[in-house]
């Protein structure tokens, strides 16, 4: 409306409230802006909501496009409830085009939370909360590329659990969206979420009592008569200046002809509770409104005369005349539908009504409600119900906890079942309640809960076909919280109960166990030969069978038995049909990813992550969170072979910033690993040891593969500790069988270091011998430099050469630098400095472009020793990009624009364009129609 309006609006509004000035002034600055959080607490009764009311007519005023909503006591266990109020009726009155752009594209997922029919998708949603919480932001960017956006929300405190999160997770994505978000919440309230209030951030306004000059303005425009400094001055120290107070002060002053007034009177009367001063005035008023009264602050909301005269069982003329005169005392607002003035009123009718009648009501409530088409808000009323062991009930409350669990509100589904198991449900029907608040509970992140409910349901199932299906769901949340062993056993027992009763159920659980078991802090010495008996003795091609085979092709991979080709075939043979990639859960999960693992190992590089980019493009349009995270396990990995530090410490730090994400105990290990192992090529020192600190990773072992054992031992010889490192090579378990030989680096080193050059050399020749027969390029370079390390002299020159060769043939960039800086720096020690800069400045160049500080130190060091001058290198070009960066890069190329990249990514749209200006510079492009050549080239 342009800057005069808005002044005058704001200059109206400060006449209006007293003493808010400042407050007004800053959230008139919020608008303004254009963006941001600002929310105003202070205690109940402070003039939080006449604020926020203000708020509302500065940024009508200004513009902007306002959708309000208030949270509730009794709906605060309805899911997206206040997600609803804030959405459903601009939907409802928008027209069909406007409705269909507002939820085009990502937003369309989120249409269950606001009210709207689902379209449908392809294939399962895996996280319904993730899924409507990204629908949900599009929603907002849809509706504010249209303009500014208001989204204006009170009683904070009372707001529904999965309305809040989602406010969390807008306000940490606002950044270029004109979207101011204002809220309030009342301080001191005992179930209030506080850490997610907190975590709302943004600007706080703290609202303070009014003075006693305020005071006394306020009392005389509720008395609408002058009011004198001495009863100002009483009034204020009854009511302690707080404006709700004051105002019932007035109320009760009302019928006075004079003023000053007594005072003993005035101070008492200030001193009671606002419940006080609602009774006294319901007191006043005939049976029929009182039981109107009752019945509204049962319903709450937006109330309806017919729906009062249905639970008052009164005619609608007596519910009319009795709202009428329930608003006349300030008890109730509106006129068709009608509200409580405020939610301390009633509270104060709420909590006067007796159990018996509270429940009673509830019960009635539930069913009117539901008889209205309702059934979500008639679950609501439902929880505060009598349980009186009704199977209706309990049908109803597990049907409407599947309907939360759809739109991503599983704290809902979470309340609702609970309440279920406390009706209670019959004999049979307690397993079936305790899986699915099992389930619920897990993506509700209550995953103590989950286990102690699965278990509980193990107990009572008898059928085999409850007792596999309630271990697939413990096995689940164990997995989550990376409590493997527990999962093994679990298996283990589960299967030995079933082998005699359902023997093909019993296999399947032997399945699970031989999967699971590669993640054990130590592996079983025999996993091997028991995983192939197991694949021998299932269905051939069945899901089961894909997964042991790609197990055993993982393991193969760590023993280097047999040559990297012929695993890598099997590893691709068990991805062929497609048939692992849409497994998210269970033995088609950890088959699929001991496929993409065995890949990497083979140096296999681009047809892993051919496998890895569909996985990611499926998981993306499911919704799988938690498999999305999981997948940096492997782009990292990735980076690592081929020596993208820069791609490395990106991904891995963008996965752990959502590490409560992954939902698989093994990811964080992974990620990291890589991050340390990089930050230690990089010369961080201190953050690399800060990383294993922070992710509880600083000693121990974390799981038979050895992730972070070798990174410990490298960031020890990086301190010049030796000791230290020993000992952390000696936390490695003893089977040696099964040991990686990854490790074998880190015992070369340790020997090296302490002198004992014969076992270093027996070590790395034991290294060389498996990695020939595995014939895996890297595998084969890794060792021989190692050799030529540990052999010295003339020897060892001719075996670094040699390393340089095999390297040179492989995807290892920066252990093709490593190796070349080491041949280099022994041919000048053996005194052919002319010869060794050749390696020298190709080793240079290679670890620059790695982005390897410390072995590019060296190499400049070793160069300028042979009386060469080390030149610059600037890092740029394809090479340059990180893989974060080459996503949208390659998206932007095939022509979609940055809100559909941001979209399918699962970002904001202020992330895409910050990739896409370091991708300009990076290939030195100034338009974006040259990106598809340039990524082609």
Not at 159 to 180: F, H, I, K, N, T
Not at 440 to 462: G, T
Not at 906 to 927: I, P
Request: glycine share 8%; with cysteine; net charge negative.
């Amino acid at each position: 409306m342009g800057f005069c309006a808005g002044w005058i609006a704001f200059v109206v509004i400060v006449w209006k409230l007293l003493e808010r000035d400042v407050e007004l002034a800053r959230v008139a600055a919020a608008f303004a802006d254009g963006a941001g959080v600002l929310v105003v607490e202070g205690e109940a009764g402070i003039g939080k909501s006449a604020v926020l009311a203000a708020g509302v007519e500065l940024a009508c005023a200004q513009g902007s496009r306002v959708l309000s909503a208030r949270g509730g006591v009794l709906e605060r266990d309805f899911g997206y409830g206040v997600v609803r109020q804030l959405f459903e009726a601009p939907l409802h009155r928008a027209q069909a085009g406007e409705r269909r752009r507002w939820l085009s594209g990502a937003a369309r997922r989120a249409a269950p939370a606001v009210g709207q029919e689902a379209a449908a998708e392809a294939g399962e949603i895996d996280d319904p909360v993730f899924v409507t919480q990204h629908g949900l932001y599009w929603l907002v960017a849809n509706l504010a590329s249209e303009g500014p956006l208001a989204l204006v929300v009170d009683d904070l405190q009372w707001v529904d659990l999965a309305s809040l999160r989602w406010l969390v997770y807008l306000a940490r994505r606002l950044e270029g969206l004109p979207v101011v978000v204002l809220g309030a919440w009342r301080m001191g309230e005992d179930q209030a979420p506080v850490e997610l209030l907190d975590a709302l951030g943004g600007e706080r306004l703290t609202l303070s009592a009014l003075s006693v000059a305020a005071t006394g303005e306020l009392l005389a425009r509720g008395l609408g008569r002058e009011c004198d400094l001495l009863t100002a001055r009483a009034c204020h120290g009854a009511t302690g200046g707080n404006p709700l107070l004051v105002s019932e002060l007035a109320l009760a002053l009302d019928r006075d002809t004079s003023l000053p007034v007594d005072l003993e009177r005035v101070v008492e009367l200030g001193g009671r509770a606002v419940a006080r001063h609602v009774s006294s005035r319901l007191a006043l008023l005939p049976l029929s409104a009182r039981e109107v009264a009752a019945a509204a602050a049962v319903l709450d909301g937006e109330l309806a005369p017919r729906q009062l005269a249905v639970l008052t069982e009164l005619s609608l003329a007596d519910v009319r005349e009795a709202c009428d005169r329930l608003v006349s005392a300030r008890i109730l607002e509106g006129r068709d539908t009608l509200g409580f003035v405020h939610p301390l009123v009633r509270a104060a009718i709420y909590d006067a009504l007796r159990p018996a009648r509270r429940a009673a009501l509830h019960r009635r409530a539930a069913d009117l409600l539901e008889s209205e088409s309702l059934a979500d808000r008639a679950a609501v009323q439902l929880l505060a119900a009598e349980r009186t062991g009704d199977v209706g009930v309990v049908g109803r409350l597990e049907a409407a906890a599947e309907r939360a669990r759809g739109r991503g509100a599983v704290e809902e589904a979470v309340v609702l079942l609970r309440r279920a198991l406390e009706e209670p449900p019959p004999a049979q029907e307690r397993y079936q309640v305790l899986v699915r608040l099992a389930d619920a509970e897990w993506l509700a992140e209550s995953e103590e809960s989950a286990i102690s409910h699965v278990r509980a349901a193990l107990e009572i199932a008898r059928d085999p076909e409850e007792q596999e299906a309630a271990a697939l769901v413990l096995v689940s949340v164990l997995v989550a919280l990376n409590r493997v062993e527990e999962v093994v056993e679990l298996l283990a027992a589960a299967a030995s109960a079933l082998r005699e009763v359902a023997p093909e159920r019993a296999r399947r659980l032997e399945v699970e166990r031989a999967l699971h078991s590669v993640y054990l802090p130590v592996l079983p010495m025999d996993i091997g030969p028991r995983t192939a008996a197991l694949a021998a003795a299932v269905e051939p091609g069945s899901l089961a069978e894909k997964s042991l085979r790609a197990q055993l092709a993982l393991l193969d991979t760590a023993v280097g038995m047999r040559p990297a080709a012929e695993v890598a075939e099997l590893a691709l043979l068990t991805l062929q049909d497609g048939q692992l990639l849409g497994e998210f859960r269970g033995a088609g999960w950890a088959g699929f990813h001991c496929a993409l693992a065995t890949l990497i190992n083979c140096e296999r590089l681009d047809e892993c992550q051919e496998w890895l980019d569909r996985r990611e493009e499926l998981a993306t349009r499911t919704g799988a969170r938690p498999e999305l995270q999981g997948l940096v396990a492997h782009r990292t990995r990735i980076a690592r072979v081929r020596g993208d530090l820069a791609a490395v410490v990106d991904e891995a730090r963008s996965a752990l910033q959502e590490e409560g994400a992954f939902r698989c105990g093994i990811v964080s290990p992974l990620a990291v690993a890589q991050l340390v192992f990089a930050l230690i090529e990089r010369g961080e020192l201190d953050e690399a040891e800060d990383v294993l600190s922070h992710h509880g990773f600083a000693e121990g072992t974390t799981f038979a593969w050895f992730e972070l054992i070798p990174e410990r031992v490298a960031l020890a010889f990086a301190r010049g500790d030796l000791e230290r490192a020993r000992a952390q090579l000696a936390a490695a378990p003893p089977e040696r069988a099964w040991i990686p030989l990854q490790m074998a680096p880190c015992e070369v080193a340790v020997a090296l270091a302490s002198g004992e050059r014969e076992q270093a050399l027996e070590r790395a020749r034991a290294m060389l011998a498996l990695a020939e027969m595995f014939g895996a390029p890297g595998r084969i370079g890794i060792a021989r430099r190692l050799v030529g390390l540990a052999t010295g002299g003339e020897e060892g020159i001719e075996q670094l050469g040699g390393a340089v060769q095999v390297l040179e043939r492989s995807p290892c960039r920066l252990e093709l630098a490593r190796a070349l800086v080491d041949l280099g720096a022994a041919l000048r020690r053996h005194g052919r400095r002319v010869e060794a800069r050749e390696p020298l400045r190709h080793g240079l160049d290679l670890a620059q472009r790695c982005g390897a500080t410390v072995l590019s130190g060296r190499a400049a060091e070793e160069l300028r020793a042979t009386g060469a001058r080390p030149r610059r290198l600037v890092l740029t070009g394809m090479e340059s990009l990180t893989p974060s960066e080459l996503r949208v890069a390659r998206l932007a190329a095939e022509g979609h624009s940055n809100r559909e990249i941001a979209q399918a990514l699962f970002v904001t749209g202020a992330t895409v364009e910050t990739h896409l200006g370091h991708v300009f510079q990076k290939l030195d492009l100034d338009r974006r129609e040259a990106l598809p050549a340039a990524l082609a080239s």
